[in-house]
């Protein structure tokens, strides 16, 4: 199967100062069809060329791992605020004439899921070749205590070289938690996944490392995926 061509682009960044807690992303998840691959390719790249041409900050992940394999495409648009969503979401008419001819490409399998997402964190990743991202289920009662560990977390992976993002799903999801691993590289994310599975403080919590137990007390875990991101040629 022919691949999409995947490379680094700064899809999880922004090139505008923002204001803490107030990133905002929509999501849209598509399975292509097999006989379609390279007609999709062509089209999510001009996805992102009119995302630069009309200032919308559209990315294209390819994932590689997951449920889905790598026919599973997702697209972000990523906004300041709800009130910079509301303002200029797909506001050009270069995007009416892009849709009227996605859609009538046949390149998607299936109806797309889509929800939207609010980031927890500080800030975003900053320009990542490869990103995984694991999905959680708070617990009743323990959304304020799976932060916590969200955050308890995220001061362990990025000891050992990961940028971390966190985001909370919202309209269109089902209210899960998304713990973002970001590397600048396959090469780094290896070095980082090691450092950590050698960790004392890893070795603590998961006394079976490299074998992984997400047992916890909080939230479920509900799955995970890994994915690239789409370079324009």
Known sequence: ???????IISIFCLSVSINLYSIEADVWVYEINVEKIMEAEDLF????KIGQETGQN????????????????RWYDFYESPVQRASTRYSSPKW???????????????????YQMTLIDDEM??????VQVWVWKPRQGKFNEAIESFK???????AHGFEIDMWQEGLGGQDNLQFVMCSESIKAEAKSIESLFNSDEWKAGQPLSPLYNSDNDNSKLLGSFQMFSLQLD
């Open 1 to 7: 199967m022919k691949k999409l061509q995947i490379a």
């Open 45 to 48: 790249k001009e996805a992102i």
């Open 58 to 73: 559209v990315g294209i992940g390819i994932q590689q791992i997951g449920k889905g394999g790598d026919l599973i495409v």
């Open 96 to 114: 009416d004439e892009y849709n009227q001819k996605f859609y009538a490409s046949e390149v998607i399998k299936s109806n797309p899921r889509n």
């Open 125 to 130: 990743c900053n320009g990542p070749e490869t």
């Open 152 to 158: 308890q977390s995220q001061s362990l992976f990025e």
